[in-house]
Nanobody
Framework: QVQLVESGGGLAQAGGSLRLSCAAS????????MGWFRQAPGKEREFVAA????????DYTDSVKGRFTITRDNAKNTVYLQMNSLKPEDTAVYYC????????????????WGQGTQVIVSS
C-alpha cells in the first residue's frame, strides 16, 4: 500500500524554523526518489526539494537553497524538510511525494502524494 503522511506544519514567525516530516509505507519509501512540493492559495503547486533513495542526490528550488534541507532516515521510513530562516512567502500547504524515476523537480513525475500539511509564516 502506498502511503505518505506529512506532519510538522504550523505557525512560525519570519526568521523562525519548522521541520516537516513525511512518514511513508515501506513500499513507498523504496521508490527511487521522494520530494517536497508546496502550494500557496491561488498558485500552482511548486517544487521545493527532492532526495534520492540512497540520500546522495538532492535538489532544491532556488528560493529555498541555503535555508531548507531535505534528509531521510531509512530506518524510520521518513523524509524530513528542515526549514530555517522562514519567510512569509514560504506560507503554503506542503506536500510529500514519491516517484519511480529519481530526483525530479516537476510534479508530473510524482505518482504518489500525501495529504499535505499547512505552514504559515507571519511577518
Amino acid at each position: 500500500q502506498v502511503q505518505l503522511v506529512e506532519s510538522g506544519g504550523g505557525l512560525a514567525q519570519a526568521g523562525g524554523s519548522l521541520r516537516l516530516s513525511c512518514a511513508a509505507s515501506e513500499r513507498t519509501f523504496s521508490k527511487p526518489a521522494m520530494g517536497w512540493f508546496r502550494q500557496a492559495p491561488g498558485k500552482e503547486r511548486e517544487f521545493v526539494a527532492a532526495i534520492s533513495r540512497n540520500g546522495v542526490s538532492t535538489d532544491y528550488t532556488d528560493s529555498v537553497k541555503g535555508r531548507f534541507t531535505i534528509t531521510r532516515d531509512n530506518a524510520k521510513n521518513t523524509v524530513y524538510l528542515q526549514m530555517n530562516s522562514l519567510k512569509p512567502e514560504d506560507t503554503a500547504v506542503y506536500y510529500c511525494a514519491a516517484n519511480e524515476f529519481g530526483v525530479r523537480n516537476n510534479p508530473w513525475s510524482y505518482e504518489y502524494w500525501g495529504q499535505g500539511t499547512q505552514v504559515i509564516v507571519s511577518s
